[in-house]
């Protein structure tokens, strides 16, 4: 395929394999395994396979492989590997590297998910020291000879606090670790964590990439040495590769993901300024948003303020969930970067297994309301907004 190809281009063609019925749309190999022509082909397979040769779906499928040369060529890395779900490509990243002794530095402000991996790995002897991403001179007191990984969402959730790839990644490498992003929040619509400085970049494909909240999915991006090294050979082992059927609908999703995320930035952004200073907030969160403190670092790292969007009600709780339950359009549940308009009361749901005190730490208040803005009529998700606020 051609590096000349801009985004779009390439979220519709790269990576495409044909069978010899040069089928159009990209085929579901819906298949664990491969015929060998003899015993002796099957033996050379298995000393070291070529490019288009595969062994056993958990290890790499056509349909996966296609999915993997397209979010590679967008993301700017040289491989890909698909993943079962968000979190075995969260927990393959961090795992494949670490072993007892090693040390791992992590941004607080984490998914709870996230935040459970590094514990199992602590119980076998990893050192995790978690700080507040956004301070710079924490990460950088943090650091220790044996530090091997610095991991951080690079916009947290729910609370949307904007973390300085660059920034984190020149205090990492000058102490010699790899900086893992989990990118899901930016998408990689609006991912250049590569060119800032990230060497593995992680997605759960679940959110913007299916795009129609249908199947779950996890891919981790980096070069072919870790990819097809030590990334690769611990998922492939421990099953948590992604299945083909998974893969050809991210595929298709891949197809639609620049028109989606801009279309739904485009009406985070639409929403943030119309419902700012309503009276039942407390405060409005939107990177976009020029009071958010992180704003400037928001729009130098990803160009977009995204395209999710928090509400505090100053009510709290009883506010926030009259302001739920008056939604028309925006459903209450908790996937994000869906096409539908979703709205996530983290503290009683995504959130709700931490301290009162620990969502405190990470912004998580009675009243927090997480919108994940989805491809309707910006006019009406704005009208929907209002009168739900109106409605408090
Ligand atoms: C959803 C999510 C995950 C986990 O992804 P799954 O596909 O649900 O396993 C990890 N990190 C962030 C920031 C997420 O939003």
């Given at each position: 395929m051609s590096t000349d190809w801009n985004t779009r281009t390439k979220l519709v063609h790269e990576g495409i394999r044909r069978s010899q019925y040069g089928e159009m749309a990209e085929a579901l190999f819906l298949t664990q395994g491969f015929v060998y022509p003899s015993a002796e082909a099957a033996e050379a397979r298995f000393i070291g396979a070529g490019e288009d040769e595969f062994i056993y779906a958990r290890y790499g499928n056509?349909?996966?492989?296609?999915?993997?040369?397209?979010?590679?060529?967008?993301?700017?890395?040289?491989?890909?590997?698909?993943?079962?779900?968000?979190?075995?490509a969260i927990n393959g990243a961090l795992t494949s590297q670490l072993k007892a002794g090693d040390h791992v530095v992590a941004a607080r402000q984490m998914f709870g998910s996230c935040l459970h991996v590094l514990k199992v790995l602590s119980g076998f002897g990893v050192g995790v020291t978690l700080v507040d991403g956004t301070k710079l001179y924490e990460w950088r007191a943090a650091m220790r000879p044996e530090t091997k990984i610095c991991f951080f969402e690079s916009v947290s959730n729910p609370g949307l606090e904007v973390i300085d790839i660059a920034g984190v990644a020149e205090i990492a490498h000058a102490g010699g670790a790899v900086v893992v992003?989990?990118?899901?929040?930016?998408?990689?619509i609006f991912s250049k964590a590569v060119a800032q400085g990230a060497d593995i970049v992680v997605y759960s494909t679940t959110k913007h990439i299916d795009g129609g909240g249908r199947a779950l999915g996890g891919v981790v991006c980096g070069t072919r040495a870790f990819i097809r090294g030590p990334l690769e050979t611990y998922v492939k082992h421990t099953g948590g590769a992604m299945s083909p059927f998974h893969a050809w609908i991210m595929l298709s999703g891949m197809q639609t993901l620049d028109l989606r995320v801009r279309a739904q930035a485009a009406n985070a952004a639409m929403a943030a300024s119309a419902v700012a200073g309503h009276a039942a907030l407390a405060r409005t969160i939107y990177p976009g948003l020029i009071d958010h403190p992180q704003h400037a670092l928001a729009m130098a790292q990803m160009g977009s303020g995204g395209t999710m969007l928090c509400l505090d009600l100053a009510g709290g709780k009883e506010a926030a969930f009259r302001f739920l339950n008056a939604l028309k359009i925006v459903s209450i549940s908790n996937n994000l970067g869906d096409a539908k308009s979703i709205a996530t009361h983290p503290a009683t749901t995504t959130h709700k297994n931490l301290s009162e005190e620990d969502r405190a730490v990470i912004g998580i208040t009675p009243g927090l309301v997480r919108i994940s803005l989805g491809i309707e009529d910006g006019a009406d998700l704005v009208a929907d907004l209002r009168q739900a606020l109106d409605a408090v």
């Open positions: 056509p349909t996966t492989r296609m999915f993997e040369d397209r979010i590679a060529a967008i993301e700017g890395t040289e491989d890909a590997f698909a993943c079962a779900s968000g979190m075995a992003v989990d990118n899901v929040f930016a998408s990689p």
